[in-house]
């Protein structure tokens, strides 16, 4: 079939607008004039075959895609997503993301165990509500995403931080969010709405310059436009895409999370500061607590948050014991139920919304089922630590290396 000069010229153009470029920054990049770039968009010429690699790779697509375009539709919506339930707001639009693509088909427990997101458990020194989202996204929900074999790439930027390039940030960020939603999956992107929590980004309109967001309170198809996203008082630009599926063996993906769960248990030092994980998470909590020096509405919000993980894990590890090499997690599971359930109660007696009455009132009794927590995962942890140990030889081996 003979090339089509000017459609492909359209899409060079439409993909270098979509990147924020330049036609004289293209040519800097290749080392040409301007004028051979503009020839190209016109449908004049066609790039000569020596500069097309290196062409695709500065329009972050391939070869093939200049050469057979297939100019994207203007606006887009995926209806089909929907975020899932959790309380966890990044494991509510993560699930949401892959099951709407097909890339997870079990439920929301067994997701939040396999990824490892049920045994995080980060607590500041005053119970601030940020704590259940200050960890190192990039690196964490990448590795999330490759223990239950997605292929995954996040992407970070401080947009308070990048005032020169920010607009280029930003439109890089709408071409691959665009690019995504086009090939059927959503995104997940920190507080798309006003909400300081994750959502997703289901769909865009080019004429308005806007994206179409659904968040943790259940609001769908929110106008979010392109230059405002990952602005806000907490200013960080992040999106995580997915691409595809790749199968995984489940044995090794559970006793992942559990070595994960074992790491986040015994973590000496977190990367920010004031904020423990968690032994130290509890430690954190008994202190804030005696102490009468905490954010109560936090605290609140932190059991909401933190009693829907223990469930979780708990129900994560009686399903793991139907593995033979997980045989042992019987009593696991039976100590993180007990921990589930003390937890329910804290979040009942510090319902979310509560003020400083509720907590003086419920006060000894809430720090009297932190302790018991902290003795009953601190033995279920040592339990978890001998699995992993005799897990290792026969779970991950050379013949089955994970």
Request: overall charge negative; proline content about 4%.
């Amino acid at each position: 079939m003979p090339l089509n000069n000017v459609k492909i010229g359209e899409y060079i153009t439409h993909l270098r607008k979509g990147r924020g470029l330049t036609q004289n920054e293209i040519a800097e990049k290749l080392q040409i004039t301007y004028q051979a770039v503009s020839k190209w968009e016109r449908g004049e010429t066609l790039p000569d075959v020596s500069l097309l690699p290196e062409l695709a790779r500065i329009l972050e697509t391939t070869v093939d895609d200049i050469l057979s375009p297939n100019v994207r539709e203007r606006r887009k919506i995926l209806e089909d997503v929907q975020m899932g339930f959790s309380k966890t707001s990044y494991a509510s639009a993560a699930y949401g993301c892959l099951k709407a693509a097909g890339f997870w088909r079990d439920d929301m427990v067994k997701f939040m165990g396999m990824t490892g997101l049920a045994f995080r458990f980060v607590v500041r020194e005053d119970a601030c509500p940020s704590s259940p989202t200050v960890y190192n996204w990039v690196t964490e929900h990448t590795m999330m995403m490759d223990r239950i074999g997605v292929h995954s790439d996040c992407y970070l930027a401080s947009t308070n931080m990048h005032p020169n390039t920010q607009t280029k940030i930003q439109a890089a960020a709408a071409a691959r969010i665009r690019e995504s939603i086009d090939r059927e999956a959503a995104v997940v992107a920190w507080a798309p709405s006003p909400m300081y929590e994750f959502g997703i980004i289901n769909g865009y309109d080019d004429e308005s310059k806007s994206y179409f967001v659904r968040d943790c309170t259940g609001r769908q198809d929110i106008a979010l436009p392109y230059g405002l996203l990952g602005i806000s008082e907490i200013p960080e630009l992040f999106y995580q895409i997915f691409h595809e599926e790749n199968p995984v063996d489940e044995e090794i993906t559970g006793f992942e999370s559990l070595r994960y769960a074992l790491g986040e248990w015994n973590k000496e030092h977190y990367p920010y500061a004031r904020y423990g994980s968690g032994r130290k998470a509890y430690l954190n909590l008994i202190s804030a607590v005696e102490k009468d020096d905490l954010n109560v509405f936090g605290l609140a919000y932190n059991l909401g948050v933190y009693t829907y993980s223990k469930r979780c894990a708990a129900e994560h590890l009686k399903y793991m014991t139907g593995y033979s090499a997980f045989r042992g997690l019987d009593r696991v599971a039976e100590l993180y139920g007990q921990v589930a359930a003390h937890f329910e109660k804290m979040a009942g007696l510090l319902p979310y919304g509560s003020g400083r009455e509720a907590f003086s009132k419920n006060k000894t009794e809430l720090l009297a089922n932190i302790k018991d927590c902290l003795t009953l995962e601190e033995e279920a942890m040592r339990l978890i630590g001998e699995t992993v140990a005799e897990g290792t030889g026969q779970v991950i081996s050379p013949s089955n290396p994970g």
